[in-house]
């Protein structure tokens, strides 16, 4: 078949697993409408966080709050709305020692903005990797097995898969993002040496 092209879609390619009828993109009455309406959204974000894929990465720089932290780090910056998984902080990654602590991510130093890579909520299917769509359709199909189908054989089958699948998925997007040599700096922990901004360089790849 083709490349699904909407949620819909993806919503089917899990009930092909199990062996259920498909849906339609404006039905709700049926058990399976009610499951994808409930789930579907929130797997997609569950499987996003899993691994840092390349196809949802995005590259902001964040401008600093108003109001720093109460106490221990210096800057807070707001996250973006869409975010769903850090990947780096720095212009090449170099900024280590950081807090995240509810939507926003706390640092030492007096920089007013944050270069930022992030996962981000991508919820466009066309523009989805072909292995994302897979994991999450058999994420679907692992969780709805004993609910649309009571079969607790089919379940454990899928699960079973599901754990290759990732693993496979995850190896074959983390090879597209070649290792790289990078000139870094590290922070010191202002815990222990008392400085807010002091550094020590090197070379290190990622």
């Known amino acids: 078949m083709s490349k699904p092209n909407s949620v819909t879609d993806v919503y089917n390619l899990s009930l092909d697993l199990l062996n259920q009828n498909p849906i339609t993109s404006n039905e709700t009455s049926s058990r399976a409408a009610a499951f994808f309406n409930r789930w579907g959204d929130h797997i997609r974000r569950v499987v996003l966080r899993m691994h840092a894929w390349n196809f ?3 590259r902001v720089t964040l401008a600093a709050d ?5 106490y221990e780090y210096d800057k807070a910056f707001s996250l973006p709305n869409d975010f769903v998984r850090l990947a780096s902080v720095g212009e090449t990654g ?3 020692n950081y807090q995240l602590e509810g939507n926003k991510i706390l640092v030492y130093g007096n920089e007013t903005a944050l270069p930022l890579k992030y996962i981000f909520d991508m919820k466009n299917v066309l523009e989805m990797d072909a292995l994302f769509i897979e994991v999450w359709a058999l ?3 692992v969780r709805a097995a004993k609910p649309l189908t009571a079969d607790a ?3 454990e089958e899928l699960k079973r898969d599901l754990q290759m699948l990732r693993g496979q998925a995850f190896a074959i997007d983390g090879q597209e993002r070649p290792p790289v040599m990078r000139e870094v700096s590290k922070y010191k922990d202002r815990r222990l040496s008392g400085s807010t901004s002091g550094y020590s360089s090197g070379r290190f790849r990622t």
């Open 139 to 141: 994420e679907l199909a």
């Open 153 to 155: 054989t089919r379940a």
């Open 56 to 58: 949802a990465t995005k």
């Open 94 to 96: 170099e900024i280590r």
């Open 66 to 70: 108003s109001a720093p932290p109460a």
